[in-house]
């Protein structure tokens, strides 16, 4: 028997022959924390009353008092047992469910064990190391073929490197020529010659006899 079927059982879920699951024991456990639970609470009740009892009595009536306080006492070491219990069975609960767990855990794992190995069994390393190195010789001979394809080829047509510069010098003196011409434009034709003499400036002055003349008429007029 393999080490999951003997760790797991061959029934699969149960923890033994007839026993119980982890998940029903789980929960048989978690209904015992409820009842404990609601028992705490009944026990503290108990105790409150018993204790606003002793308080009512007091000196008036000792022996009530002392029944009251007697019924508390017991009450509360019930309830301290309960504390107890309830620790012990969350502690045992708890470490239930980590091995509920861990038991799924090492079920899944051996699962896909299983599987990884069924996918192994039609795979040779031989083989594997065999398909790789045809895959780098293709890449390496694509990469040849790449590099073959993207030289230029001149199909038997060969030309003489010093020709053709030749060539292209001759071409870029005719363009700078060319270029020099437009720049210098045609021939200039030359202008007459300014005359010398010069003109006769702006009749300024005869405006202004003209003007003492007006004004000497004035006075006269004036002195009549």
Do not use: C
């Not at 308080?55 to 007697?70: E, F, I, V, Y």
């Not at 064990?113 to 040779?124: L, V």
């Not at 190195?133 to 047509?157: C, M, N, R």
């Not at 006769?200 to 202004?208: A, F, G, I, V, Y």
């Amino acid at each position: 028997m393999s080490v999951f079927g003997k760790l797991f059982g061959a029934g699969g879920g149960k923890a033994g022959k007839g026993g119980p699951t982890p998940q029903e024991a789980i929960q048989r456990l978690r209904d015992t924390e409820e009842m404990l639970s609601k028992k705490q609470e009944f026990l503290e009740k108990k105790i409150e009353q018993e204790l606003t009892a002793a308080k009512k009595h007091g000196t008036k009536n000792k022996r009530a008092a002392l029944q009251a306080l007697k019924r508390k006492k017991r009450y509360e070491k019930q309830l301290a047992q309960i504390d107890g219990t309830l620790s012990t069975i969350e502690f045992q609960r708890e470490a239930l469910e980590n091995a509920n767990t861990n038991t799924e855990v090492l079920k899944n794992m051996g699962y896909a064990a299983k599987a990884m190995k069924a996918a192994h069994d039609n795979m040779d390393i031989d083989k594997v190391d065999e398909l790789m190195q045809d895959i780098a010789d293709q890449q390496e001979l694509a990469e040849e073929i790449s590099t073959a394809i993207s030289k230029p080829v001149g199909f038997g047509e060969e030309f003489d490197e010093d020709e053709l510069m030749a060539e292209l010098e001759e071409l870029e003196q005719e363009e700078l020529d060319k270029n020099l011409l437009e720049i210098s434009g045609p021939e200039t034709v030359p202008l007459p010659n300014v005359p010398s003499i010069n003109l006769p400036s702006k009749p300024t002055k005869k405006k202004e006899e003209e003007d003492e003349d007006m004004k000497e008429l004035e006075t006269w007029a004036e002195t009549m």
